[in-house]
């Protein structure tokens, strides 16, 4: 099992950045591949990033490609969310969550996430 915990969400102006933090515990934190999604209001969650156990490997939605960089550090057991040139439309909370699928291109399963960090993009 893994428990996990985010951190680093707040309140930003549009066109700036923040970097979110995603802290694991448990055991064998190399075996699940790591990600971010969103929920907010009124919407369905999102899938953000996606990023192999070996770090060799991500994925992205068109809506973030190119502003979102995930990471993860398999030494510290933690993954990471870098976000630059945010926009209001990426205010949401944000959850990490970690499954054990194999292919990159299986859509999050959410099999552990954590309790979330608000991002607040202001206008």
């Known amino acids: 099992q893994v428990q996990l915990v985010e951190s680093g969400g707040g309140l930003v102006q549009a066109g700036g950045s923040l970097r979110l933090s995603c802290a694991a515990s448990g055991r064998s934190f190399i075996n699940y591949r790591m990600g971010w999604f969103r929920r907010s209001l009124g919407k369905e969650r999102e899938f953000v990033a996606v990023?192999?156990?070996?770090?060799?490997?991500?994925r992205y939605p068109d809506s973030v490609k190119g502003r979102f960089t995930i990471s993860r550090d398999n030494t510290k057991n933690s993954v990471y969310l870098q976000m630059n040139s945010l926009k209001p439309e990426d205010t949401a909370v944000y959850y990490c969550?970690?499954?054990?699928?194999?292919?990159?291109?299986?859509?999050?399963?959410?099999?552990?996430w954590g309790q979330g960090t608000q991002v607040t993009v202001s206008s």
């Open positions: 990023i192999s156990r070996s770090v060799a490997a991500t």
């Open positions: 969550t970690a499954d054990r699928a194999m292919a990159m291109s299986t859509p999050l399963l959410y099999d552990y």
